[in-house]
């Protein structure tokens, strides 16, 4: 039996790799890859959490640069996180997965509210647990809440799944083709190039925090590669920085 090389992940999902190549709304079969994926990577032992974005359904940053509210507009992607959370539940427990969805908003009649130790609680019986509602604060972006809830549940790395791309360049690879990709690289270089993997604040947390970040397209089996340890992707980690160093 193969040996995974984590015991205990969190599992960043765009809302846009929910999409598939429709780029909106949720593509079901898209949803049932990945929901297989996760049951085998959970039949080796692997405990996972999964965090949820919403720009398969909500872009709040787009809401606000039209002139939006921004915490309306961020308020509106946290319920769009909690829609993709159901769907994911839905499509995990259609292949006998036991699931949980915690909202940091409160609305008990669709998930369980965030608490921590209930949290670890269903990750050490076996069940997926899937975060949704962001931090449940406007201004922070559910990368931000991955890092966070890796954080608490204290996960050995974050497994960030991109729909579009494969990995970290030095330039936008959409825009720019010759774009040269890294197989390592560490948060504070992240940070000085604004390389726009994941927003400052999450990038510093895992910093701070040392959690392993690996980057990877959302591309079939890639999940399993990533949670056995396989070469794919970006590879993001790196310890405590001086605030001076990032003059």
Known sequence: M??????????????????????????QDILGIIALEIKEVKNHGVEIAVVVGGGNIWRGAQ?????????????????????????????????????????????????????????LRHLEKGRVVIFAGGTGNPYFSTDTTAALRAAEIEAEVILLAKGKVDAVYDADPLEHPGASRFSEIS??????????????????????NQIKLIVFGLNPGNIKKAIMGENIGTIIKGGEYDFEDLQ
């Open 187 to 208: 948060y504070l270089e992240v940070i000085k190039r604004g390389l726009g993997v994941m927003d400052t604040t999450a990038a510093s947390l895992c910093m701070d």
């Open 63 to 119: 809401a606000h640069r039209s002139g939006m509210d921004r915490a309306t507009a961020d308020y509106m992607g946290m319920l769009a996180t909690v829609i993709n959370g159901l769907a994911l539940q839905d499509a995990l427990e259609r292949f006998s997965v036991d699931t949980r969805v915690q909202s940091a908003l409160e609305m008990q009649q669709v998930a369980e509210p965030y608490i921590r130790r209930r949290a």
């Open 2 to 27: 193969e040996i995974p090389a984590y015991k205990r992940v969190v599992l960043k999902l765009s809302g846009e790799a929910l999409a598939g190549n429709g780029g909106y709304g949720i593509d």
